[in-house]
T-cell receptor, first 112, second 113 residues
Framework: EPEVTQTPSHQVTQMGQEVILRCVPI?????FYWYRQILGQKVEFLVS????????KSEIFDDQFSVERPDGSNFTLKIRSTKLEDSAMYFC??????????FGPGTRLLVL | DQQVKQNSPSLSVQEGRISILNCDYT??????FLWYKKYPAEGPTFLIS?????DKNEDGRFTVFLNKSAKHLSLHIVPSQPGDSAVYFC????????????FGKGTKLTVNP
């Protein structure tokens, strides 16, 4: 099964800066998800996105986070003002609702 | 809130032997379960899944067993190979409910040659 690709693979930023993480679908999928994994912790759900709208979000996904599909292709996660605790691996996934989700390789975000 | 638990952080087995990875869940509404394998600095790779209407699903060397009454599932790898060395995550979802996968903390499997 083709998954998704993600860019950048690594990102280092200063606290308070904005970051944009990108997810590039291999083909035309409708359902996308963002998860993160803080070092040593579980993979945690952030948000699901269907047909260009947020369909579900977790309590982690506060006003500092946003998602969009600006050009109908790339799917982005923006963190407006990064905090130290945002340092994590961020994974994009594609799938169908309530079915298997296929993950990308992730972006390692380090906030200094 | 540990709805999905993997109580063994690590497991070491010899090449050619069986690896058994365990997972427990507390939410009886979960009805679809998945196992993912993860190498360092990579994303989780889907391995195998099972619906709650089944108690066993097999795919090559990988078999997942589901015991709904015990809220327990296990992944068997036979025979284990050194390339199987990775972190294995159990995940669960409630179909028709929340879309999010709920993950366990993972078990690091080491297969020794």
């Amino acid at each position: 099964e083709p998954e998704v690709t993600q860019t950048p693979s690594h990102q280092v930023t200063q606290m308070g800066q904005e970051v944009i993480l990108r997810c590039v679908p291999i083909s035309n999928h409708l359902y996308f998800y963002w998860y993160r994994q803080i070092l040593g912790q579980k993979v945690e759900f952030l948000v699901s996105f269907y047909n260009n709208e947020i369909s579900e979000k977790s309590e982690i996904f506060d006003d500092q986070f946003s998602v969009e599909r600006p050009d109908g292709s790339n799917f982005t996660l923006k963190i407006r003002s990064t905090k130290l605790e945002d340092s994590a691996m961020y994974f994009c996934a594609r799938g169908q609702a309530w079915e298997t989700q296929y993950f990308g390789p992730g972006t390692r975000l380090l906030v200094l | 809130d540990q709805q999905v638990k993997q109580n063994s952080p690590s497991l070491s087995v010899q090449e050619g032997r069986i690896s058994i990875l365990n997972c427990d869940y507390t939410n009886s509404m979960f009805d679809y379960f998945l196992w993912y394998k993860k190498y360092p600095a990579e994303g989780p790779t889907f391995l195998i899944s099972i619906s709650s209407i089944k108690d066993k699903n097999e795919d090559g060397r990988f078999t997942v067993f589901l015991n709904k009454s015990a809220k327990h599932l296990s992944l068997h790898i036979v025979p284990s190979q050194p390339g199987d060395s990775a972190v294995y995550f159990c995940a669960a979802i409630r179909r028709g409910g929340s879309e999010k996968l709920v993950f366990g903390k993972g078990t690091k499997l080491t297969v020794n040659p």
